[in-house]
């Protein structure tokens, strides 16, 4: 049962040009969201997070937008640089709940 | 700081051979996880342990796969047989957690970079 959804599996930008990764979830008991980044043959690494009492949080060239009515949350990236081309992972967590349920995340891809 | 620590990278076995991989969290972490990420899917929690007891295995498939974490520090996930369908990347994650039990909510998890094995 997948609870969280990003369905779109790729996403190619231009440089300098905006990225946006989406991502759905079903649980409503979900109140914390995070984005992971990963680079072929790594470890996913902890990209930025928003708790569900915030529509927006915002860390340098990265924001994640949550709209909790829609379940629905977006990471933008802006300005978009080639280091930045990677699998993306939206994760999920309910309170009281150490467990986080992970999409199959996005590959982006930016050209030079 | 060094990050979590994972051996072997890589493992090729025939399906119904034993694997067992190993993880060395970041140090003064008390909570460790293992992952199982197939190919096209998100990681899926297999368990948690917080210091050495076991928070969470309820995915995890007690047939075949067992997992330990001694003194609180180091772990090991074993399969024991193997099958195809456990061809995957199994990712170690640590995390800081919370003294005193397990983490009301999910603090900030650090991944080694995985152990991809192909399960012929």
């Known amino acids: 049962d997948q609870q969280v959804k990003q369905n779109s599996p790729s996403l190619s930008v231009q440089e300098g040009r905006i990225s946006i990764l989406n991502c759905d979830y079903t649980n409503s008991m979900f109140d914390y969201f995070l984005w992971y980044k990963k680079y072929p043959a790594e470890g996913p690494t902890f990209l930025i997070s928003?708790?569900?009492?915030?529509d927006k949080n915002e860390d340098g060239r990265f924001t994640v937008f949550l709209n909790k009515s829609a379940k629905h949350l977006s990471l933008h990236i802006v300005p978009s640089q080639p280091g930045d081309s990677a699998v993306y992972f939206c994760a999920a967590s309910g309170s009281n709940d150490y467990k986080l349920s992970f999409g199959a995340g996005t590959t982006v891809t930016v050209r030079a | 700081e060094a990050g979590v620590a994972q051996s072997p990278r890589y493992k090729i076995i025939e399906k119904r051979q034993s694997v067992a991989f190993w993880c060395n969290p970041i140090s003064g972490h008390a909570t460790l996880y293992w992952y199982q990420q197939i190919l096209g899917q998100g990681p899926k929690l297999l368990i948690q342990?917080?210091?050495?007891?076991?928070?969470?295995d309820s995915q995890l498939p007690k047939d075949r796969f067992s997992a330990e974490r001694l003194k609180g520090v180091d772990s090991t996930l074993k399969i024991q047989p193997a099958k195809l369908e456990d061809s995957a990347v199994y990712l170690c994650?640590?995390?800081?957690?919370?003294?005193?039990?397990?983490?009301?909510?999910?603090?900030?998890?650090?991944f080694g970079p995985g152990t991809r094995l192909t399960v012929l």
């Open positions: 342990f917080q210091n050495n007891g076991v928070v969470d």
């Open positions: 994650a640590s995390s800081q957690g919370l003294a005193g039990g397990p983490t009301r909510r999910a603090d900030t998890q650090y």
């Open positions: 928003i708790s569900s009492i915030k």
